[in-house]
């Protein structure tokens, strides 16, 4: 049996209907840099400070560990 990985982060964006682009403004990065870290998961801590801090306005019961661990 295989266990599928969900990317929490892109399910997140797509359900507030965002793309890629609008998220790596959001962070003041390139739309490439963000794709990258989107699909690998690896973003900076304060990156995940805040994307966790926007995704809680519209999901509340989001946390930190909830989106990256």
């Known amino acids: 049996m295989s266990v599928v990985k969900?990317?929490?982060?892109?399910?997140l964006r797509?359900?507030?209907n965002k793309s890629q682009s609008e998220m790596a403004n959001y962070l003041n990065i390139s739309q490439g840099t963000y794709c990258k870290k989107e699909r690998k998961q690896r973003f900076s801590d304060s990156e995940k400070v805040i994307l966790t801090?926007?995704?809680k306005?519209?999901?509340p019961n989001e946390?930190?560990?909830s989106i990256f661990f």
């Open 6 to 11: 969900i990317n929490k982060i892109k399910a």
């Open 14 to 16: 797509e359900a507030l």
């Open 53 to 55: 801090n926007y995704f």
């Open 57 to 59: 306005e519209s999901f």
């Open 63 to 65: 946390t930190l560990e």
